[in-house]
T-cell receptor
Framework: DTGVSQDPRHKITKRGQNVTFRCDPI?????LYWYRQTLGQGPEFLTY????????KSRLLSDRFSAERPKGSFSTLEIQRTEQGDSAMYLC???????????????FGSGTQLSVL | RKEVEQDPGPFNVPEGATVAFNCTYS??????FFWYRQDCRKEPKLLMS???SGNEDGRFTAQLNRASQYISLLIRDSKLSDSATYLC????????????FGKGTHLIIQP
């Protein structure tokens, strides 16, 4: 098992373009999370899947953002009509936790660094 | 008041010294607590959970003070490789978005 993998590592795009990122969690981890992190800040929660079901979305997540996890394995995060404010590191994490969410321990991928010009 | 607050630092500490930093949280219903470590341009990695009775892992000791709503991390005999940002994480139990990260404390160990 090689851990959580994310692709691409870096993405440069022009404002208004759509981008899609992929995350492959650790095998058999049923929970998958997307976070966003900007310089000097901690990771900020975006959305969360339990298997293929998207259970929660941050109130901060605009309609331009959509995430899927169609077969309960890998996930994609799409940003439509990108804006300069979308520039950030997008982190994916997975968790093996099957019990209470309060015991969540996250395993992060290396992230996708998005730059919107 | 922010949910999870940390002194951003940087803390500049000579190698071999002991360093400690705190993290305060605002939600008294918070149920679990963690320290994550993040190296420059890398992903966060779980360092340790924080238990009510306090816990130790090698040179690292974590403590929780529920009355004053803070957790602490103490590093003894600091190594150059301890240089990183330490993120405090608090879970309020309100679902996945109840897992809140602090901004992190930047630690620099100097030779």
């Amino acid at each position: 098992d090689t851990g959580v993998s994310q692709d691409p590592r870096h993405k440069i795009t022009k404002r208004g373009q759509n981008v899609t990122f992929r995350c492959d969690p650790i095998s058999e981890h049923n929970r998958l999370y997307w976070y966003r992190q900007t310089l000097g800040q901690g990771p900020e929660f975006l959305t969360y899947f339990q298997n293929e079901a998207q259970l929660e979305k941050s109130r901060l997540l605009s309609d331009r953002f959509s995430a899927e996890r169609p077969k309960g394995s890998f996930s994609t995060l799409e940003i439509q009509r990108t804006e300069q404010g979308d520039s950030a590191m997008y982190l994916c994490a997975s968790s093996p936790t099957r019990g209470l969410a309060t015991n969540e321990k996250l395993f992060f991928g290396s992230g996708t660094q998005l730059s919107v010009l | 008041r922010k949910e999870v607050e940390q002194d951003p630092g940087p803390f500049n500490v000579p190698e071999g010294a002991t360093v400690a930093f705190n993290c305060t949280y605002s939600n008294s219903a918070s149920q679990s607590f963690f320290w994550y470590r993040q190296d420059c341009r890398k992903e966060p990695k779980l360092l340790m959970s924080v238990y009510s009775s306090g816990n130790e892992d090698g040179r690292f000791t974590a403590q929780l003070n529920r009355a004053s709503q803070y957790i602490s991390l103490l590093i003894r005999d600091s190594k150059l490789s301890d240089s990183a940002t330490y993120l405090c994480v608090v879970n309020t139990g309100g679902g996945a978005d109840g897992l809140t990260f602090g901004k992190g404390t930047h630690l620099i160990i100097q030779p």
